[in-house]
């Protein structure tokens, strides 16, 4: 019986079970895939329909054809809160990683996936800061903009942790985010804390490390901009021992 070759790129390889949540243009999942010469490993989704991806992304439709002749699973109209009623994602599989790439809960209706540009060099930062606290919000309002983004993280953390495998067989939800303020003020140890999930190890993500990889805003009007990825990490969690 012929053994299959064992194809790593940075924290993935073929012989794992791989779910990627909320996909732009599929690029991610697609460096993935020709790093591992085939995709048949791979559920990649996104929150939009399959209209909706190939009139905001230019590359959308190109990447999946390519993602499903390599065997890809690719599923449409997935959200985070409600992912583990979606038949298409295996019902009762588990998976070895589940991966959220930069999530956003946005500013248009809650779009999961719409990303704003939030790096500055230092003075800009500053008077951003000083805006934001004097003249825009309210103490309110900046934990209501906070408290948005942390239910969606909590909402992904906990479908995720339905669908991933236990600590014991060492399955991994990864969650790629921004380390910089605002978006350190998220809390994402705590959030996983919360969802009974320990992080076990942040490591500094790198775009060139996944080669092919264009990160997409997924905002209306701006779905298929890049923005600036900046200091960010890898975060990855475990399901508690004694849950």
Request: aromatic share 14%; proline share 1%; glycine share 8%.
């Given at each position: 019986?012929?053994?299959?070759?064992?194809?790593?790129?940075?924290?993935?390889?073929?012989?794992?079970?791989?779910?990627?949540?909320?996909?732009?243009?599929?690029?991610?999942?697609?460096?993935?895939?020709?790093?591992?010469?085939?995709?048949?490993?791979?559920?990649?989704?996104?929150?939009?329909?399959?209209?909706?991806?190939?009139?905001?992304?230019?590359?959308?439709?190109?990447?999946?054809?390519?993602?499903?002749?390599?065997?890809?699973?690719?599923?449409?109209?997935?959200?985070?809160?409600?992912?583990?009623?979606?038949p298409d994602l295996g019902g009762s599989t588990t998976y070895d990683r589940v991966v959220f790439n930069f999530p956003h809960a946005g500013f248009d209706n809650g779009r999961e996936h719409e990303i704003k540009t939030i790096m500055y060099d230092r003075?800009?930062?500053?008077?951003?800061?000083?805006?934001?606290?004097?003249?825009?919000?309210?103490?309110?309002?900046?934990?209501?903009?906070?408290?948005?983004?942390?239910?969606?993280?909590?909402?992904?953390?906990?479908?995720?942790?339905?669908?991933?495998?236990?600590?014991?067989?060492?399955?991994?939800?990864?969650?790629?985010?921004?380390?910089?303020?605002?978006?350190?003020?998220?809390?994402?140890?705590?959030?996983?804390?919360?969802?009974?999930?320990?992080?076990?190890?942040?490591?500094?993500?790198?775009?060139?490390?996944?080669?092919?990889?264009?990160?997409?805003?997924?905002?209306?009007?701006?779905?298929?901009?890049?923005?600036?990825?900046?200091?960010?990490?890898?975060?990855?969690?475990?399901?508690?021992?004694?849950?």
């Open positions: 019986m012929e053994v299959q070759e064992t194809k790593k790129i940075k924290h993935y390889n073929n012989k794992q079970k791989i779910l990627l949540v909320g996909e732009g243009d599929f690029s991610f999942s697609l460096s993935l895939a020709r790093a591992f010469g085939s995709a048949t490993n791979l559920t990649a989704t996104t929150l939009d329909s399959q209209a909706e991806l190939e009139r905001n992304y230019k590359n959308g439709k190109a990447n999946v054809e390519e993602l499903e002749r390599l065997g890809c699973n690719v599923v449409y109209g997935v959200n985070v809160h409600s992912m583990t009623t979606k003075v800009t930062l500053l008077i951003v800061r000083f805006l934001i606290c004097f003249f825009f919000c309210s103490r309110k309002y900046i934990l209501g903009w906070f408290r948005r983004h942390q239910e969606l993280v909590r909402g992904f953390m906990k479908s995720a942790r339905m669908l991933v495998k236990d600590e014991d067989k060492g399955g991994e939800i990864h969650v790629v985010h921004k380390t910089e303020y605002p978006f350190s003020e998220w809390k994402l140890k705590t959030l996983g804390e919360k969802e009974c999930l320990d992080l076990v190890s942040e490591i500094e993500f790198c775009l060139n490390h996944y080669p092919g990889y264009s990160n997409r805003r997924g905002s209306r009007g701006y779905n298929d901009s890049s923005f600036p990825v900046g200091k960010s990490s890898t975060f990855i969690f475990k399901k508690q021992f004694f849950y």
